[in-house]
């Protein structure tokens, strides 16, 4: 079986012109795999064709031709919608390569988050909010899907609980002993750090 395995794969790869497109490539409207329901009512006459996922999702809108003025922003967290379709200037999301900036007409990206400090700037107006990580993506169509873990917004934080919690878990990362609890300790450190960096900085 595996004598063949090269001939198979030569085949596969010189006769398959299908790729998966990406996000941004899909189409406005949603268009059934009509490959799928042909083969379905070959095998199933008697029986509808399931639905997939994407049958029940909206369209997503077509990418303009210009750059629009505005972003939107969808901000998510497991139970809660922060912003959901605002539209605004610009957004700072904490990147584990770095600070990034999005604004409208952005090149379509995955970011993963780091903990650290979201902005979103609408006009004169900036609200902060600390993530503890998560992932963004933004597409091309000038839509931007923020999913974090947790989010509290900055002026929420206490500052002196914070300066406790860092010196706690940088003495564990002292006195840690086995890898799990040096691990635990470096999250806190890391976190704290970033808590304190935010409300310092």
Known sequence: MFRHGSRFLTRATTTMKWRRPFSTDLPAESVADSNFIEAWRKVVPNVEPPKTPSAFMAARPATPSSIPSKLTVNFVLPYSSELSGKEVDMVIIPATTGQMGVLPGHVATIAELKPGVLSVHEGNDVTKYFVSG?????????????????AVPLDRIDANLVQKGLAEFTQKLGTASTDVEKAEAQIGVDVHSALNAALTG
């Open 134 to 150: 998560g992932f963004a993506f933004v597409h091309a169509n000038s839509f931007a899907d923020i999913i974090a873990v947790e």
